[in-house]
């Protein structure tokens, strides 16, 4: 498969394999997935308001942060069906 550039966690990351890539975003999804059930479990805020502890957990801006909280929400209520 080809390389491409990007920019990943602020910083240009020249010829990534689209598969390492992908492994990359593959570890960040379950990190931040297991980061959300933590703070959840802990009751340290209600998860409406989780964006601000995702952001600073990871390192992201919060639109970033609020796609991944997005994806915990339905991740959550597909596994209750």
């Given at each position: 498969?080809?390389?491409?550039?990007?920019?990943?966690?602020?910083?240009v990351?020249?010829?990534?394999?689209?598969?390492?890539?992908s492994?990359?975003?593959?570890k960040?999804?379950?990190?931040?997935?297991?980061?959300?059930?933590?703070l959840?479990?802990?009751?340290?805020?209600?998860?409406l308001g989780?964006?601000?502890?995702?952001?600073?957990?990871?390192?992201?801006?919060s639109?970033?942060?609020?796609?991944y909280?997005?994806?915990y929400?339905e991740?959550?209520?597909?596994?209750?069906?």
């Open positions: 498969m080809g390389n491409i550039l990007i920019n990943y966690k602020n910083r990351m020249s010829k990534l394999s689209i598969k390492e890539m492994e990359e975003l593959t960040e999804i379950a990190d931040v997935m297991a980061f959300c059930e933590v959840r479990l802990s009751g340290k805020t209600n998860m989780a964006v601000p502890y995702i952001q600073e957990e990871f390192g992201m801006e639109s970033q942060a609020r796609n909280l997005i994806l929400f991740s959550k209520k597909t596994n209750k069906s």
